[in-house]
């Protein structure tokens, strides 16, 4: 089921979570760059989920819908290309329960070319009017975002449609310090992930970001949960720099998953996360 991490003999890590200049909010270079720059780190593997569209374009920092093709047609065509090195598509996109009535998700997955649909919730659906949690007020947002996005998650995931969760932690970027109700909402988001067997994805972007990153989530994730290292890269400069700082990175998230971190390297540690290997 999981085809996240496949051995090859041209390189051992997996560059998971890239972005592309079509979300608006990327560096403007081509595919191509981030593939080449992901064989000269010495990946084997590369996985682009930029930040899918909706029919009607409702929302910004994402590709127009029209676009949709337009990038999976150009992916297609380097992963033709390009035979040392695998190409992934994917798309990151956050769960609307309108858009799933609409058919939408079934839509994305019946599409050939889409290997993996990433859940990353940046807002949530608050009505069918419809109206969205980015309307809200700033101080509303401080005390119920978390709430909005953490529920979304759970329907997402138990929607059946995702491959694995983006940046769960990141709901809680409004809040300051924890509580039992955020480690509520942490246990049904992590609950939900164990018993659909979908990672949590590590983001290694929210590490660089204060408030972004909870450890107090990571303590109660258990080993029996998969999790997935994601560079979420926007450009050419965080694909490197997040590969070469991987490991400081995650130590912010969860001490206890670098402990062996001087003695593996990123592709082993990413087949440990996702169990990929025995312990
Ligand atoms: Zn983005
Ligand atoms: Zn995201």
């Not at 592309?20 to 064989?39: G, I, L, N, Q, S």
């Not at 676009?67 to 380097?78: A, G, I, R």
């Not at 246990?187 to 659909?196: G, L, Q, T, W």
Request: charged share 25%.
């Amino acid at each position: 089921m999981f085809g996240f991490l496949q051995k090859n003999r041209t390189g051992d890590d997996t560059v998971f979570h890239v972005h592309t200049f079509r979300c608006h909010h990327a560096e403007h270079v081509p595919d191509e760059a981030y593939v080449k720059e992901a064989r000269r780190l010495g990946a084997g593997d590369i996985w682009f989920t930029d930040h899918a569209p909706f029919p009607g374009d409702p929302f910004g920092a994402r590709m127009a819908y029209e676009e949709l093709e337009e990038y999976l047609e150009t992916l297609s065509e380097l992963k033709r290309r390009y035979q040392d090195i695998r190409i992934h598509i994917g798309l990151e996109t956050e769960y609307f329960p309108l858009f799933d009535a609409a058919g939408y998700y079934a839509h994305l997955r019946s599409l050939p070319e889409i290997e993996m649909l990433l859940l990353g919730q940046h807002m949530a659906q608050t009505s069918d009017a419809p109206t969205y949690s980015f309307s809200e007020s700033k101080d509303y947002l401080a005390a119920n975002e978390y709430k909005l996005l953490g529920q979304a998650i759970v329907q997402g995931i138990g929607s059946g449609y995702f491959d694995a969760v983006a940046h769960p932690d990141r709901i809680f970027r409004r809040c300051e310090g924890w509580d039992a109700d955020m480690a509520a909402v942490s246990r049904e988001i992590i609950e939900a992930a164990v018993k659909a067997d979908l990672p949590l994805e590590m983001n290694i972007c929210s590490a660089e970001w204060s408030g972004y990153a909870m450890p107090q989530f990571w303590e109660l994730v258990p080993e029996t949960a998969r999790r997935l290292v994601g560079y979420d890269a926007h450009t050419l400069y965080e694909l490197r720099s997040r590969h070469r700082d991987m490991f400081m990175l995650l130590e912010t998230l969860d001490p206890a998953v670098c402990r062996v971190s001087g003695k593996i390297g990123r592709g082993e540690l990413q087949r440990r996360l996702l169990r990929e290997t025995t312990l």
